[in-house]
């Protein structure tokens, strides 16, 4: 279920009737394996941008490359992958989400993707309103736990949908933040 609601919210369940509400995961998350290695799941309540900021600033390298993942324009833009300049300090990096924070916890038309040259650690935050963190696990839960999230699996309700916004203006005000490179979409970008 995609599409204008009157009220958006990025990411809804919805009950037996068919009446979405926006979808809380009650501040949890947990382990699962990834390659040979483990990352955190995260559901968040709120202030998604304001948790994948903390957990970026525990890097040891403090430049970010942002890939922000288009699903649906409401610009015309082409789908895909659109990956940022270097931000060079995490004061920059900081001031970029900060920015568009209404926007990307708002909108379920897109994935946004944090990484480093270094490949010191990996925060993806999907449009289910989901962060998903590769790297440095230990200081990422002792965030967690300060934040009051407890160590509980969970799952995308079925049914659910994407909120999004009638106006296209915060998507043609992120591509003209910085000079984007392009490229395709991936099959596992679509899930």
């Known amino acids: 279920m995609e599409g204008f609601v009157d009220k958006p919210s990025k990411f809804m369940s919805y009950d037996v009737n068919i009446e979405g509400a926006p979808h809380d995961y009650g501040n949890i998350y ?17 202030n998604h941008v304001d948790l994948l900021l903390a957990l970026a600033k525990t890097f040891p390298t403090q430049e970010f490359y942002v890939l922000y993942v288009l699903l649906i324009s409401k610009t015309g833009a082409d789908q895909g992958r659109y990956q940022s300049p270097l931000f060079e300090s995490y004061k920059q990096f900081e001031d970029f989400f900060l920015k568009f924070q209404d926007f990307l916890e708002g909108d379920g038309r897109h994935h946004i993707w944090i990484g480093t040259p270094n490949n010191d650690g990996l925060l993806v935050y999907d449009r289910h ?14 965030i967690l736990a300060s934040r009051g999230f407890l160590e ?40």
């Not at 947990?30 to 709120?46: A, D, F, Q, T, W």
Request: hydrophobic fraction near 25%.
């Open 30 to 46: 947990y382990r699962v394996p990834s390659g040979n290695r483990e990352r955190l799941v995260i559901g968040p309540s709120r």
């Open 129 to 142: 309103n989901v962060i998903y963190a590769y790297g440095p696990l230990v200081a990422y839960t002792h």
């Open 152 to 191: 509980q699996e969970f799952s995308f309700p079925v049914p659910h949908g994407h909120g999004y916004p009638a106006s296209g203006q915060p998507e043609q005000e992120l591509f003209q933040y910085c000079q984007w490179q392009h490229h395709p979409l991936t099959p596992a970008d679509e899930d």
